[in-house]
């Protein structure tokens, strides 16, 4: 998997959220990981979330797809909403 991701982003995110952005690659090894699609109309591109489990606990990382690279935007604790949607999908 390619990923990118902004420097000055992943600071922000690992003071925020306590992980880094290549931590949203973990999420795709859950072989149930969900894809959602995360389009804001201010974002000016697709963004997708892919929310998954990495040892227990629900995971959801913010991306967008640069030629083959994940570039990914942020990643956190999944929320409640998040939470539901993945597990209704399985």
Request: zero cysteines; hydrophobic letters at 50%.
């Given at each position: 998997m390619d990923i990118e991701f902004d420097t000055d982003k992943d600071e922000i995110n690992r003071d925020k959220h306590g992980v880094s952005l290549t931590f949203g690659a973990e999420m795709f090894r859950d072989a149930d990981h969900?894809?959602?699609?995360?389009?804001?109309?201010?974002?000016?591109e697709d963004r997708f979330k892919v929310?998954?489990?990495?040892?227990?606990?629900?995971?959801?990382?913010?991306?967008?797809?640069?030629?083959?690279?994940?570039?990914?935007?942020?990643?956190?604790k999944s929320n409640d909403g998040e939470k539901k949607l993945y597990s209704a999908s399985g």
């Open positions: 969900l894809i959602v699609a995360s389009h804001r109309p201010i974002d000016g929310i998954g489990d990495v040892n227990g606990r629900l995971w959801t990382a913010v991306y967008v797809m640069r030629g083959a690279a994940f570039r990914f935007i942020s990643v956190r």
